[in-house]
């Protein structure tokens, strides 16, 4: 969903971080795709020529930004050893998939860390093993995922940081700033996310301290507040660098149904399950984030 998000509105977004994923359009809108091509790849691997294809003549209707604002993007792409979930032919798509958008020094890959299908992190709770894949999804495999994200695609007030970064808190302790909940049911007239969204703003942001950018966390599937409360919101990982890279963090929030549209496991829309043209700019989940961030008058001009 980062990348569908990253592609659609390029013009505002500057850095993605992607965790045990497929390359964008992965499922081409389909459910038997996205099952044979972006999770365990047994048949095929996503084709990738067809991919940009598609990219470019979405970006030539207007339906997604111009390829050429991606250009300046920097992408962090990390997959575990042990992910039997998303196996290596689907990153190696994604890799490719941006290797042909951009320069090579603007892509990092993570791709030794002994992790099961999730976002690792330093913390043992409320994490599983590290080689798992299970709910929570956060991986306690001493790796900070979201700081080392976070120091590869992240500049500060304009430019590289002049000092190795450091944390506001310990792995384990609380950051220090305020995590806001709000109603997310004004930016969705569909009805397709949760009631409740959050946001974490540190305290120089808060007190207009210092020029903050926005980074928009996007939960997994069984991430979101109906399925794990709180957990991933609080232990991603994220609040406990927001102040040193002078970020608010949103992370919103998609509802799990058992009805139309179908979605049990309260995933964002990667395959198609809204419709035809879920990876436009108008499409029901894109369009609703994408109004929280006006909202938050948080663009690269502000």
């Not at 795709?33 to 990738?48: F, K």
């Not at 879920?278 to 929280?292: C, D, E």
Request: aromatic content about 8%; overall charge neutral.
């Amino acid at each position: 969903m980062a990348a569908q998000y990253q592609v659609a509105f390029a013009g505002e977004v500057k850095g993605i971080g992607l965790f045990a994923a497929g390359p964008w359009n992965c499922a081409r809108g389909s459910r038997q795709l996205a099952l044979q091509d972006c999770a365990n790849a047994s048949t095929s691997a996503p084709p990738v020529p067809l991919l940009l294809e598609t990219l470019r003549a979405l970006a030539a209707t207007g339906a997604v930004a111009p390829t050429a604002l991606l250009a300046d993007d920097r992408v962090w792409i990390f997959r575990g050893t042990r992910d039997s979930r998303v196996v290596a032919p689907v990153t190696d798509a994604l890799v490719k998939f941006y290797r042909a958008l951009l320069m090579p020094a603007q892509i990092t890959t993570v791709f030794a860390v002994p992790a099961g299908h999730g976002l690792p992190t330093l913390a043992n709770a409320p994490s599983v093993a590290c080689g798992d894949s299970a709910a929570p999804y956060l991986n306690a495999c001493a790796y900070d995922g979201a700081g080392e994200m976070l120091q590869a695609i992240t500049a500060r007030n304009g430019g590289e940081l002049d000092t190795p970064p450091t944390p506001q808190t310990d792995s384990t302790g609380p950051a220090t700033g305020r995590l806001l909940h709000f109603d997310q049911r004004p930016y969705d007239p569909t009805g397709q996310l949760g009631p409740t969204g959050y946001l974490y703003v540190p305290e120089l942001c808060r007190a207009a301290a210092a020029h903050c950018q926005l980074h928009i966390a996007f939960h997994g599937c069984q991430q979101g507040s109906d399925a794990i409360g709180q957990t991933f919101v609080r232990a991603a990982g994220y609040n406990r660098w927001a102040a040193t890279y002078h970020l608010v963090v949103l992370y919103p929030q998609v509802a799990p149904s058992r009805a139309l549209p179908f979605n049990p496991l309260g995933c964002w829309d990667w395959w198609g399950y809204t419709g035809a043209n879920y990876t436009s700019r108008s499409a029901p989940q894109l369009a609703a984030v994408h109004a929280m961030v006006e909202a938050l008058a948080l663009t690269p001009e502000r």
